[in-house]
């Protein structure tokens, strides 16, 4: 069975400052999706960036990007410019070629001013 | 595009009763999930639909929860027999086939006492 473990529950950073995130998953399968996931205390939840396991190259959205190491199995999260809107829980998350999803237990991010 | 809705926001109810959830997707979106996140916790797949086929059930669907989609469009969550186990917040998600990104509700937070 899959799983997804995110190390760190909670995490804070400098308004402008860089942060990364880590997450590493388990599978014995090739071909899967990555995602990072918001959920800001409204608590909806956000998709931040996703990643195809089949693509070398990493996901870049805007401020976040990912390093997507596929032999060690882990996928981390960097947030550039922190902004006080990125205070929020996040998850990473691993999809199959079936259609669930599996979430980590998600690390809180706080945003120092 | 109103996005997904949810109904009730939020729901106390005693031990013992039944209680069902709705969740309206994105129009023209054929797939529906439905998670459960317990605090601290990432949310836990329950189930999933493609129109109004159940495809896939989780094991934490125990036979007291039930979930339709009977014309495709909205679906219905129901648990039986409340227990105080049962308290958590149920998320609902769509997306169309041609899509990765799941696009999540605001959530019926449920508390049984």
Known sequence: AQTVTQSQPEMSVQEAETVTLSC?????????????YKQPPSRQMILVIRQEAYKQQNATENRFSVNFQKAAKSFSLKISDSQLGDA?????????AGDKIIFGKGTRLHILP | DTGVSQDPRHKITKRGQNVTFRCDPISE???????RQTLGQGPEFLTYFQNEAQLEKSRLLSDRFSA????????TLEIQRTEQGDSAMYLCASRTGATY???FGPGTRLTVT
Do not use: I, V
């Open chain 1, 24 to 36: 590493t998953y388990d599978t014995s399968e090739s071909d899967y999706y990555l995602f990072w």
């Open chain 1, 88 to 96: 929020a829980m996040y998850f990473c998350a691993y999809r199959s």
């Open chain 2, 29 to 35: 979106h054929n797939r529906l999930y439905w998670y």
């Open chain 2, 68 to 75: 339709e989609r009977p014309k495709g469009s909205f679906s």
């Open chain 2, 101 to 103: 990104e799941q696009y």
